[in-house]
Every structure is written in structure tokens, then in C-alpha cells.
């Protein structure tokens, strides 16, 4: 009788609500202590067997451990398979975060990447990237650092601007190696004029005798150079030979435009003094033909 009521107590008084809360724990004790107990079963049983050699049965623990232990991370997996599943989530979530708030910084970092594969310069480089040009000066796995260079404005002195563009760039926008104008450099400018009586053919033969005579101490050097960057580069470059062309504007304005090959250094000296014998072999013509006209 007393056996009895102890018993109803004792079914009563059980409260499993613990257990069906944290069943993941309770499953992940029961799993942990039934693999103990039988990998240590197994265990046993190989060293106890006599007709296995020692190395053998070493192999065979080592076999075991190596297989049971998968068994148990499988079965803590599948145990907490939802909360994992949440983890993962959560892990993706903030995953996904990261990296639109850094893509610019991730960009750059591949950029750097593809900079270190194709080289496509290095410091002390004259380059033009997008909108910015300059001499490299320093590159990290951030950003190139350029001192801005007149290239358009065709004086080709450092202006004293400093450039830093990130290697993002390098992804969307081609890079132009300008290295070999560091010394040579086909040098382009124009003088423009009114439409008048003065005839610019008549003088163009005048001004290529003035360039070639600003020329002839760099002429072969030039002509060395320019052969030496067509070989590298596999192309046709103008040059070295200075040429001259004579065009219109549709407001009527004569344009005469001189393009040279000659030393960086050299370029403004010689723009200048060949714009100074153009005006003067422009003024002395005009003035003839003022006189002619007047005479009539």
C-alpha cells in the first residue's frame, strides 16, 4: 500500500516542462553521454580482442575515434539544425551588411589586385587615369598617389597639385601609360589668325626651316628615341620629322598648327619661339600686301 502511494506521488510530482523547453540540451546531453558510453564500448572491445596485432588494432582506435567523432558533430548539427539555421541567417544578414558598407573599401582592395597582376605601372610612371594624370609617386593597397603634370595645358611641368586616386578606378577606367614623354614628347600647339590677305602656305616652308633648325642639336637622339618607343609600344608614332598644317575654322579664323617630336624639357622654348617667328613672318607679309594694295 505504501508502495503504492509512493509511487502516485512521485508520477505526479514530475514535471517535465524543463525538458520539453530546453529539448536541444537535453538531446545534446543524451547524444554526447550514448556516444561516450558506446565509443568507449567499442574501444574496449578492439584491445581486449586478442586475435588483432597491436598495430593493427592501434589503426583500427584511430579508425573508430575518427568515425565516432564525425558521428557526434553530425548529431549536434542535426540537434540544433533550427538555431543554426537562425545563426546562419543572422551571419548572411550581417554579411550582406558589411559589404555595401565597404564596397568602396573592398573595391579598392581589388583593384590593387589587378594593379599588382597586369602592372601597368609603377612609380616614378607618367600615367592618365580617367580625368587625373600626373607622375606616380606612391601606390598602396588603397589608392595610387600622383603629382598632377600640365600634359593638357602642354608645358609639362608638375603644377604642385597632388592627386590621390583610389584603385576602385582601376576597375571602371582605362590606364594610359604616358612614361616615355617624360623625355620625348610629340609636342602640338596652334596659332590662329583673322581671315585676311596673308597666304600662311607662303610661310609654312619658312617655319619647318626655323624648327628644324631649333632641332638639329636632338635630331638623332629624337630619331633613336622615336624608333626605340615604335619597336616597344608595335605601333607608328608621328615624329621625328616636325610637321605643319594649315586649316580653317567655319567662323573663318586660319589656323596653323605645328606638331614636333623634341625633348619634354625643350617643348614651351621651342612653342614659343616658333609662334614669335610666325608672327613676324605674318606681319612682314601683311605689311607687303598692305603696301601692294596701297601702291594700287
Not at 153 to 164: A, D, I, K, N
Request: glycine fraction near 4%; include cysteine; proline fraction near 2%.
Amino acid at each position: 500500500m505504501k508502495e503504492t502511494v509512493f509511487m502516485q506521488l512521485d508520477l505526479s510530482q514530475l514535471d517535465f516542462s524543463i525538458i520539453t523547453d530546453h529539448v536541444e540540451i537535453a538531446l545534446t546531453i543524451s547524444w554526447a553521454l550514448l556516444f561516450y558510453i558506446v565509443r568507449r564500448y567499442t574501444k574496449r572491445m578492439i584491445r581486449v580482442n586478442q586475435n588483432i596485432e597491436h598495430d593493427k588494432k592501434r589503426q583500427r582506435i584511430n579508425t573508430v575515434d575518427n568515425i565516432f567523432n564525425l558521428f557526434l558533430v553530425v548529431g549536434f548539427i542535426l540537434i540544433w539544425s533550427s538555431e543554426l539555421q537562425n545563426i546562419a541567417i543572422s551571419i548572411a544578414a550581417f554579411m550582406v551588411a558589411l559589404v555595401i558598407a565597404t564596397k568602396e573599401f573592398i573595391a579598392c582592395i581589388v583593384g590593387a589586385f589587378y594593379r599588382a597582376s597586369t602592372r601597368p605601372y609603377q612609380v616614378g610612371d607618367w600615367i592618365r587615369i580617367a580625368n587625373y594624370e600626373g607622375e606616380v609617386t606612391d601606390s598602396d593597397w588603397l589608392s595610387t598617389t600622383l603629382f598632377e603634370v600640365d600634359l593638357k595645358g602642354g608645358s609639362y611641368t608638375y603644377t604642385g597639385r597632388t592627386t590621390v586616386v583610389p584603385n576602385s578606378v582601376l576597375l571602371v577606367h582605362t590606364v594610359q601609360n604616358l612614361n616615355y614623354m617624360r623625355r620625348y614628347v610629340t609636342h602640338t600647339f596652334s596659332v590662329c589668325r583673322n581671315t585676311d590677305d596673308v597666304n600662311l602656305f607662303a610661310i609654312k616652308e619658312q617655319i619647318l626651316e626655323r624648327i628644324r633648325e631649333y632641332s638639329e642639336h636632338f635630331h638623332e637622339v629624337a630619331t633613336r628615341y622615336n624608333s626605340l618607343i615604335e619597336k616597344r609600344l608595335d605601333i607608328k608614332i608621328s615624329g621625328p620629322e616636325p610637321r605643319v598644317r594649315i586649316t580653317t575654322t567655319p567662323e573663318g579664323f586660319n589656323v596653323f598648327t605645328v606638331s614636333l617630336f623634341c625633348p619634354t624639357e625643350e617643348a614651351v622654348d621651342i612653342e614659343q619661339k616658333v609662334t614669335e617667328d610666325f608672327m613676324r613672318f605674318w606681319f612682314e607679309m601683311r605689311s607687303v600686301t598692305v603696301d601692294a594694295v596701297g601702291r594700287e
